[in-house]
């Protein structure tokens, strides 16, 4: 039973559009929501987060929307370039409850195209 | 400054042997947390440290699998009787606080393969 789900599993962008990476949740007691990044043979880097008592969170080319009533949020870059392509994870976790550990989505592929 | 350090970076072993990977969390970080990445999955909790003492433990799979961090800081996760179903790339990860708001920064991982 996923409690998160990302269910691209790639998706590919041209350079300079946006890429629309989705997200979707199940345990209303998620209260902390972040995307991570991957590249090959290296671990998961922290990209943004987002607080449940927002709707959206905004770090230069990087924007996370959340959408509590839908439990879906959505990752969008930018431009995107071509060295955003790496492996995405969503991550969630429920803070205010007092657990922290994450629970990741399966991930999606981006590859920017030059 | 030095982010969260893991060792060995690739681990291939027999099954039913003993392994341990070490993992150096970011100085001054209390909370550390181990977890297990499969082929096509994305990480999965194992075991969650605040200080010396292991603050939840219930990703654990199995009681082959065990974890320690004595001095609060670095920490090992051992595993007893491997088998190869265990062959996976086990992340560590630490962050400044263990509750509210603490963003985790992850190691690079130990690549574990059992033969």
């Known amino acids: 039973d996923q409690q998160v789900k990302q269910n691209s599993p790639s998706l590919s962008v041209q350079e300079g559009r946006i890429s629309i990476l989705n997200c979707d949740y199940t345990?209303?007691?998620?209260?902390?929501f972040l995307w991570y990044k991957k590249y090959p043979a290296e671990g998961p880097t922290f990209l943004i987060s987002i607080s449940s008592i927002k709707d959206k969170n905004e770090d230069g080319r990087f924007t996370v929307f959340l959408n509590k009533s839908a439990k879906h949020l959505s990752l969008h870059i930018v431009p995107s370039q071509p060295g955003d392509s790496a492996v995405y994870f969503c991550?969630?976790?429920?803070?205010?409850?007092?657990?922290?550990?994450?629970?990741f989505g399966k991930g999606t592929r981006l590859s920017v195209i030059a | 400054g030095a982010g969260v350090s893991q060792t060995p970076s690739n681990k291939v072993t027999e099954k039913g042997k003993y392994v341990e990977l070490r993992c150096d969390p970011i100085?001054?970080?209390?909370?550390l947390y181990w977890y297990r990445q499969s082929l096509g999955q994305g990480p999965e909790f194992l075991i969650y440290?605040?200080?010396?003492?292991?603050?939840?433990d219930s990703g654990l799979p199995n009681d082959r699998f065990f974890a320690v961090r004595p001095e609060g800081s670095v920490s090992t996760l051992k595993i007893q009787r491997t088998e190869r179903g265990d062959s996976a790339v086990y992340l560590c990860?630490?962050?400044?606080?263990?509750?509210?708001?603490?963003?985790?920064?992850f190691g690079p991982g130990t690549r574990l393969l059992v033969l």
């Open positions: 100085s001054g970080h209390t909370a």
């Open positions: 991550a969630a976790s429920g803070l205010n409850s007092g657990n922290t550990p994450l629970v």
């Open positions: 990860a630490s962050s400044s606080s263990g509750t509210g708001i603490g963003t985790q920064y």
């Open positions: 345990n209303s007691m998620f209260d902390y």
């Open positions: 440290f605040q200080g010396t003492g292991a603050a939840d």
